[in-house]
């Protein structure tokens, strides 16, 4: 048994040291064609005597003309590839806001307020159920209007919120940065389901008197994905405006949309959704990058709203009884599967070495020419980036793309644990689980870092950044207090 255990180990380092050698050749193919030729030439003219030079530069037959026609189309082809090429777009930091642990709602008061408000004992328990299977822990938080019994969800609770959680994610951002409100060129604020008027970026305007000549942008109902689309709304800016920066803000306002019926659908937000907020500072100023955290390498979206069943599976509307929330459809997982897939087939010729992506091409190739029962190959995003945020939607969708992208624990603990300790943030989540991993200490200088965010329409949302510099295990921000208890063991069940 230890010899055919040996073996076996043998065997699959060597398969190891075969892979790794096979993905070296594909990536630096060109390197390695090119090399040997530069040297063997170099070597040639080494040889040659000053004579011989001077006769094979005679030999080219070049006046003057040729010359400086030659110099004027390289330095006209230079000048057009530097004009043309993207303005770099930088992030230059981000704060996310952190709850007061007065606004804590442990599992024993979430489900007291339940029973206090609702006398239906099927919807109680299946709550109950939700939140033993939700991954949520016991320092989740919710806005103060939630906490009263019943709830209190009228426009100034819903105003107040959004100011508390807004203001104080800018307040940190401004107080790390230096960032003076008269450095804001673009403003992009994007909150689903509270769209009050005037609208939210008006608000931020008035509270930080903002520039008169500002791009304000207040982007609703476009569900948790929303952030990433913040992000390329303002990197399409950036490209537009030189010399400019962008304050970019994410949330989800809990106040107004606490649904008070009995359909189980329109039930599960109540369990899974909590307050949060962040602010990110991007900026296109080359100076900027000295200091800057992250350069923004792609962005890509994927719209699946033509399909009926894709609109559908996350829709706002009213129950039988007149009360409004929304409704989760039993398809959202495997609509939201077909989406990653869409999303992960144009994200994967920007990102995965040329090895991974021959290897697509050759089990493609050989399911449709001779075998279609071969099973399709899925590339390994783990060799095309270092860290995974994982938008903390739900237990269920961590689970999901930890299989089906075949990534470690590690690779989705940060999400694991911003659901456990924040719950579901909507938008704003994916910065609390980058905060996650800077606070872990992990994040290195030449780093990938893939941003996956799902929302309503149905849409996924792909952002590719790399990291500038190691970054410091900061001594502030949203985990700075339990940071040192993290990770937890987050049983499959916890029995209330």
Not at 53 to 79: G, N, P
Not at 283 to 309: I, P
Request: proline share 6%; aromatic share 10%; hydrophobic share 40%.
């Amino acid at each position: 048994m230890p010899s055919a255990l040996g073996s076996g180990f043998a065997g699959s380092v060597k398969l190891k040291y075969v892979k790794l050698g096979y993905q070296y050749l594909v990536n630096h193919f060109l390197t390695l064609l090119l090399v040997p030729v530069m040297a063997a030439t170099a070597i040639e003219l080494a040889r040659l005597g000053p004579g011989e030079l001077l006769t094979l530069w005679r030999s080219l037959d070049l006046d003057l003309v040729h010359i400086l026609c030659s110099a004027f189309l390289v330095v006209f082809v230079a000048t057009v590839y530097f004009m043309s090429r993207p303005r770099p777009v930088f992030l230059v930091d981000y704060c996310c806001y952190k709850p007061s642990p007065s606004f804590r709602v442990p599992f024993t008061t979430f489900m007291e307020h339940i029973k206090l408000i609702s006398n239906n004992d099927k919807s109680l328990r299946f709550q109950t159920r939700i939140l033993e299977r939700s991954g949520l822990g016991e320092e989740t938080c919710l806005p103060p209007a939630n906490h009263y019994i019943p709830p209190n969800p009228s426009m100034e609770a819903s105003r107040a919120e959004a100011q508390l959680v807004i203001f104080n994610a800018i307040d940190d951002l401004v107080r790390r940065t230096g960032l003076k409100p008269k450095d804001i060129d673009i403003l992009v604020v994007n909150c689903s389901l509270f769209s009050p008027t005037p609208s939210l970026s008006a608000m931020i305007i008035n509270k930080y008197k903002l520039r008169s000549n500002i791009r304000s942008f207040n982007l609703s109902g476009m569900g948790c994905s929303a952030g990433l689309i913040s992000i390329d709304l303002a990197r399409d800016m950036l490209q537009v405006h030189p010399n400019s920066n962008a304050l970019v803000i994410s949330t989800e306002i809990i106040t107004p949309n606490f649904y008070h019926g009995s359909r189980r659908d329109m039930l599960l937000p109540n369990c899974l959704f909590r307050m949060g907020a962040a602010a990110i500072l991007l900026s296109n100023r080359r100076r900027e990058a000295r200091r800057a955290k992250y350069r923004l390498v792609h962005v890509v979206r994927t719209h699946k709203g033509a399909d009926d069943r894709a609109y559908r599976c996350v829709y706002e509307e009213e129950d039988d009884e007149g009360h409004s929330g929304i409704s989760l459809s039993k398809e959202l997982m495997a609509i939201a599967g077909e989406a990653l897939k869409s999303n992960i087939t144009t994200m994967g010729p920007l990102v995965l070495p040329m090895s991974e992506q021959l290897l697509f091409f050759f089990r493609l190739v050989g399911r449709k020419v001779i075998n279609n029962k071969w099973k399709p190959y899925i590339p390994d995003f783990k060799l095309a980036f270092e860290h995974f945020c994982i938008r903390a939607g739900g237990r269920a969708v961590i689970d999901e793309l930890h299989k089906n992208l075949e990534l470690s624990p590690r690779h989705v603990e940060a999400s694991r644990m911003t659901l456990h300790r924040f719950g579901n943030t909507s938008s704003s989540s994916l910065w609390y689980e980058l905060a996650y991993i800077e606070a872990k200490g992990r994040m290195r200088k030449g780093d990938r870092v893939w941003q996956i965010g799902f929302g309503s329409g149905f849409k996924c949302n792909s952002a590719v950044w790399k990291c500038l510099r190691t970054v410091k295990t900061p001594t502030d921000g949203p985990w700075d207090d339990c940071i040192q208890r993290y990770p937890v063991h987050i049983p499959e069940v916890v029995k209330l």
